[in-house]
């Protein structure tokens, strides 16, 4: 069922969420948490919202997609009210912030929160240079960014390092669980040596190659060395040097993975990109703060070959936010 509501107001839209749980025959909501997606672009908004009911068959949600518009026009909220098939297990609210109203998103939010439940933000975009002080930030205890979606995406990542605050987390980092995972179990076998030193290859504008190398970098004192493959591909490869022969993961079509170290047969394994829903999903399982992720983006200055890719980074930042606002003013 999806209902329009223009020109509206948050209570409006209170009462008609009423009435249609009442006209339904519901009687529990059986939310665990709300779900807010904050963005500028009108062709994300769909794109979000079918990944946020993707998640939600796991993590029933209501879903506030804050979807702000020209801020030339006049005052004006235009909400609409998904629920049932049109919404997964959740209930979507898509709500439409026009004129100086857009700037304001958090005053219209907390009408529409779940009580006693937990808020999540997530940016699909372009998000604020320091989430936690966002004003919509601020409301949540978890904050979803995606540096691979920006414009920038190193320059972004560089930003998520410098402002990190508990709860922070980017859906870059969620997309390597399966290789974190796989060179985890792949150390767990014999024979049983150190790990003298790591390369991590890459796209050169690839945030999860980055995070990647400081992962390993933050569990592993020995040199990390980040080495660049053509744009668009990726992470490419992954090589642990040790005594008896490297331990090396590659993936050169970005679907599948070979695994290759001394004393085992070599494996063939499923590494496709992981969707965003997927995504999504993983990081709505877990609150608190992810002190992984954290050490991850701080070891980021420890690794080879970063560090001149960083002082380019810190000196667009300043321009790279200016253009993002005037886009936003757009």
């Known amino acids: 069922m999806i209902v329009d509501l223009p020109s509206t107001t948050t209570s409006a839209v209170n009462h008609a969420l009423i009435d249609i749980r009442e006209r ?25 919202i079918e990944a946020a009911n993707e998640a939600s068959k796991e993590h029933p949600c209501r879903v506030l997609v804050v979807a702000r518009g020209l801020k030339r026009a006049g005052t004006r909220l235009d909400a609409q009210i998904r629920v049932g098939g049109d919404a997964g297990a959740s209930e979507v609210l ?17 009408p529409l929160l779940l009580p006693d439940c937990p808020v999540v933000v997530w940016w699909p975009g372009a998000a604020p240079a320091i989430p936690a002080q966002d004003p919509i930030g601020r409301l949540a205890q978890r904050r979803i960014t995606d540096s691979a979606a920006a414009h920038q995406p190193i320059r972004a990542l560089e930003s998520r390092r410098t402002s990190y605050a508990d709860g922070d987390t980017d859906l870059a980092w969620t997309r390597i669980t399966p290789w974190r995972a796989l060179l ?44 660049t493959s053509p744009p668009g591909g990726g992470i490419s490869s992954l090589v642990l040097e040790r005594p008896s022969g490297p331990v090396e993961l590659f993936r050169p079509d970005g679907k599948v993975g070979t695994l290759r170290q001394p004393g085992q047969p070599e494996r063939r394994v499923p590494l496709r990109r992981r969707p965003v829903r997927d995504c999504l999903a993983e990081e709505l399982r877990r ?36 253009r993002d606002e005037t886009r936003a003013d757009q």
């Open 24 to 48: 339904g025959g519901a009687v529990a909501l059986g939310r665990v948490l709300t779900l807010v997606i904050v963005t500028d672009d009108s062709a994300q908004v769909e794109q979000s």
């Open 94 to 110: 898509v709500l439409r912030l026009y004129g100086p109203l857009a700037d304001h998103g958090d005053s219209v939010l907390v």
């Open 184 to 227: 985890a179990a792949a150390l767990d076998l014999p024979p049983y040596e150190d790990v003298e030193s790591v390369t991590v290859t890459g796209a050169a504008d690839n945030p999860s190659a980055d995070l990647l190398a400081g992962w390993l970098r933050s569990r592993l004192p020995v040199p990390v060395r980040r080495r």
């Open 287 to 322: 609150l608190d703060p992810d002190e992984t992720y954290h050490a991850a983006l701080q070891a980021l200055t420890d690794v080879d070959s970063r560090n001149g890719r960083r002082a380019s980074a810190a000196k667009g930042s300043q321009s790279g936010e200016a």
